[in-house]
């Protein structure tokens, strides 16, 4: 039930609340929720994300699942708690992926998917503009012509919003497609292309050149007041054309137009600065910089003085980002997570209610001000946690009221979690490896349990909701999330050479969590799986592979199998040596390939894929599950027609998660 919060001083008391049923466990009475029933609970996609409140802070926008795959744009009014919807995707291959407020009539959203273009899959972004008041949409991204060379793939982005006092407007950084003339045409025409910045005025539907384009253009960055004050210009290899993940920035000073160096980022080693924001109040920006081998968050004066200020670092873990809470707001804060992320304000008014809030709200919630009225009275307030998929609340600071109005997953509300503990391993070499472990009920003794690498690499796993975890849970396993070294997050050292070019460090931790929880007589060796989703089915499946008779079943979803395959899928791309640099080379692409150790597989091997992943090509995963199929080991592959590397859809993620309980339940119980 969502509950109203009283407010006394901004503080508040966790009585007014109430307090959460006492949960049933398996320790209680309560056995493994059947496999049908956790499917379907943890399947379903969420019912609300992506909120955002308008100007005055009486209307919620928020993009709700609707059927398998279908993406519904709605608008609460927070007056008269009644709603509508606006628009909607199908998801195939279009899905919305998020909409903000401009003024009070319009709104803009960007949408996203993947489609077949001759023989590879690519990508594409799209911009819209809507007006909620009377039916009007307009396309914010630049028109395709017959002219165009190549792809239009990405429209760009908003880079700041103009207030409605000026009129209303959009100041966007978008993509022009080169073009090629026809000869005896009077049209002008675009020789390059490349990304440039447009002002799009609301109310004349008309869009004015602010910075015209170029293709060398990676990224623009304003003040928050429609000023530009930074632009990225990619350095390619002369000889290839390809990008070198080099970024070299430059910065205009206050009422200027010349540029000025300002420094440059390897996306690669990760050192140099990395932009962020500009604060236009102290005309400086907030960047990243390696200090000691991790982020660390500085800031940079643009009056040409280069005058440079730590700003914060932590000896464990990188710094993150910043923390605004909209666009044309300044800096309150900044990120950074090590057991659990957290937030650090500068601004004590921000501090001190977030501090009231995580007291207040059960569970110790992670909490993130997510939006504001545009006189700053009323915000919109994210409260989640490990048990709780999310809650957005909205805070009247002048009543000093606070009420519930949108559950991100409406199916489980009443239900009960599992938590997460955030927990440490020590590997085979002495080296110190984090790990989240996850189960239902009492301290666990020779439970059945599964093993859960992430994604990436360059990811981490983080203390909160995971649905995957959640239902794994619920089927009563004990779930470990090792975060290998190169897991991002860590620093340098941590990271490594990444865990494709050391995947064997990065299997060694993934090994040693599973020996992690034999040797605690938390888990029953003889009755572990390994389950895992891109990267992380790369290392379910090259851990099966390594170790025959460690894992007694193993699910990979969307995953690599061939690191050879991997780097000739980067042809043809900007980032395509980027991305060989990054695999590796030479004998360990046979080495650290699944594909080519199907042979040593024993465990049954269940294969998920979308035949639309551009992360990772369905390919992988046809060839697996032939070469298995040939090597006489168990294995069932689910192709999902149109669906990409996420399986955005309903119905394919109760029905991959049905099939994930099926092998388990043969293999290890419950």
Known sequence: ML??????????????????????????????????????????????????????????????????????????????NSERIITQTSGKPEALRWCEFATEAWIFCSFSGNAHVESVIAAFQRMIAINIVKPQLKSLGVGQTYYDIGIHQNDGEVLDLLPEDQGGALLMARNHTA???ELGSRLTVESAGGLGVDRFDLTTMRSSVVESPRPDTSMFMTDGRGVVRIIGIDVTSRLSGLLTGVTRYRFRKVGQKDWQPLGEYNSQSGEGIYPLAVDQASDALYFLRK???????????????????????NDKVDIDGIVRISRSQPVIGYRFTDDRPRIEYFDPRYKALAISLGKALSGGPLIDFAGASRDGTKLLVHASSDTDAGIYYLL??????????????????GKTLAPVRAISFTAADGATIPAYLTYLGASPRNRPAVVLPHGGPSARDEWGFDWLTQYLAARGYVVIQPNYRGSSGYGDQFLGDNAFRDWRTAMGDIRDSAKYLGAQGIANPNRVAIVGWSYGGYAALQSAALEPSRYKAVVAIAPVTDLSALRRDAEGFTSEALTKEFIGKGSNLVDGSPLQHAASIKAPVLLVHGDLDGNVRVAHSQRMAAALSTAGTPVEFVEYKDLEHQLDDSGARVEVLTKIGEPLERTIGH
């Open 3 to 80: 509950k109203n919060v009283a407010l006394l001083g901004f503080l508040l008391s966790s009585a007014a609340l109430g307090q959460a049923a006492p949960a049933l466990t398996p320790g209680s009475g309560a056995g493994p929720m059947p496999i049908v029933d956790a499917a379907r609970l943890f399947g379903n996609r969420p019912t609300a994300v992506a909120a955002d409140l308008s100007p005055d802070g009486d209307k919620l926008l928020y993009l709700s699942a609707s059927g398998a795959g279908t993406t519904v744009l709605k608008v609460l009014d927070l007056k008269t």
């Open 179 to 181: 073009q090629a003339a």
């Open 291 to 313: 200090t000691d081998g991790r982020d660390a968050l500085y800031t940079m004066k643009l009056d040409g003085s280069a005058t440079t200020a730590l700003v914060a670092r």
């Open 396 to 413: 009247d600071r002048a009543t000093r009221q606070m009420h519930a109005v949108l559950l991100n997953r409406l199916d489980l509300e």
